[in-house]
């Protein structure tokens, strides 16, 4: 028999099975594409190298290997695919089995060293997220690619054995909603409370609803968290991002649900303000907002305002009209020279301190909250069924 098959097709035709537990499901995870497409790419199979170039493929090249393919260093179960794309690049694609594919996932979307009945939810949850999402690159060729924007895949190296009987022991079981797979989403850490849906994308799911997440531990990281952003930080992340409101002076909640998630945010300027909404709150300042679940408080220095006398007290300054004196309740102090009016405000911000509680975007399964039922005696069901009610495994 030979060790290496190699199929070349001009047209791709290919589907994927939409079954699952009584049969085997075939998942494309989309290694290399778009803009990190190869010029080249070396496959090993059993010692036995090839190096491709787009020019080598007509269409499509299928690698099938007895056992183990390698893609330049990093080793894959199933079946390789090479497809040059329209940049005349190549396109990886590793079709494989889900269950392979899975003891992947597992240990790199969740620490192996955490409770089985945790590494069971893990499992049955980033099972039913692929099956439910089938077909999300198929505009790429594939099904989900191996990135955090579907979930996190590294191939044989990234197995353990762990999280491969988690697999195993759950084979096929998948999370339903009124008969229906849902959307299994979840976030590394809660710190005490998940968050609904509605509050984070804008949609009321009936299974992504807020509950308690008692049994987290308080020292996993993420639980609490503080971060400093300073004023010159700030500005020049806003920069970055094409919002053009000059140097950030302020940082304002305008809205929060009950649990203390940000759902309005209002960044302000020199030049303007951004209003920012549910997610995008946490988004704008990633690296000092890891979850949507925060307060900011400005620090800085009062503004001093010399006169003739000497340093003026701003709490006893009044605003001399046509009315009479006003006691002065302004945020800034203007002055009228010959050049315009020019505003000072009453305090010059330095830095910005978030205090928040989480890691991500909150919705749906807390990982640390799954490991801390574990160790309260849960078993997966229980905690799947905890984090997604209503919902039944199947």
């Known amino acids: 028999m030979k060790k290496l098959m190699l199929i070349f097709t001009i047209?791709?035709?290919c589907f994927t099975v939409n079954v699952y537990a009584e049969e085997d499901v075939i998942i494309r995870v989309g290694?290399?594409?778009?803009?990190?497409?190869k010029d080249?790419?070396?496959?090993?199979v059993d010692g036995e190298i090839t190096t491709y170039y787009p020019d080598d493929i007509d269409g499509q090249v299928d690698i099938v290997p007895e056992e183990f393919v390698k893609v330049n260093t990093s080793q894959y179960r199933g079946s390789i695919r090479l497809v040059r794309n329209s940049d005349n690049k190549i396109n990886?694609?590793?079709v494989v089995d889900i269950e392979d594919y899975l003891a992947s996932v597992i240990s790199k979307e969740m620490s192996p060293y955490f409770e089985e009945e945790a590494l069971k939810a893990q499992a049955v949850a980033s099972r039913t997220y692929a099956m439910a999402h089938l077909n999300?690159?198929?505009n790429d060729g594939f099904d989900v690619c191996q990135y955090i924007h579907c979930q996190v895949y590294g191939g044989v190296s990234m197995e353990n054995p762990k999280t491969t009987k988690a697999v195993d022991d759950t084979k096929g079981q998948v999370i339903k909603y009124d008969g229906q797979l849902i959307s299994a989403v979840y976030s590394a850490s809660s710190g005490g409370y998940t968050e609904s849906a509605v509050n984070v994308w804008g949609n009321d799911i009936p299974?992504?609803?807020?509950?308690?997440?008692e049994h987290e531990e308080e020292d996993v990281f993420g639980h609490k968290w503080t971060y400093e952003l300073t004023v010159s930080k700030a500005t020049e992340i806003m920069e970055s991002k094409g919002y053009e409101i000059g140097t950030v002076t302020d940082i304002v909640i305008n809205e929060t649900t009950e649990r203390g998630v940000v759902t309005k945010m209002t960044i302000k300027g020199?030049?303007?303000?951004?209003?920012f909404k549910k997610e995008s709150c946490r988004g704008v300042f990633p690296n000092h907002t890891i979850s949507q679940a925060f307060t900011v408080t400005p620090v800085g220095e009062n503004t001093t305002i010399y006169t003739t006398s000497g340093v003026a007290n701003k709490s006893e300054m009044y605003i001399l009209s046509a009315n009479g004196l006003s006691k002065s309740i302004l945020n800034s102090v203007s002055f009228l020279d010959k050049k315009g009016v020019h505003s000072v405000p009453q305090t010059n911000y330095t830095k910005f301190v978030f205090e928040g509680r989480g890691y991500g975007h909150l919705v749906g399964m807390s990982q640390n909250g799954a490991n801390g039922m574990a160790k309260q005696g849960y078993d997966y069901v229980q905690i799947l069924t905890h984090y997604y009610q209503g919902t039944e495994i199947d």
């Open 40 to 44: 080249s790419v070396e496959i090993n």
């Open 92 to 94: 990886i694609i590793n």
């Open 270 to 275: 020199t030049k303007g303000e951004k209003v």
């Open 136 to 138: 999300k690159h198929k």
């Open 207 to 213: 299974y992504l609803q807020a509950v308690s997440d």
């Open 31 to 37: 290694l290399y594409y778009g803009s990190s497409a």
């Open 11 to 13: 047209i791709c035709i």
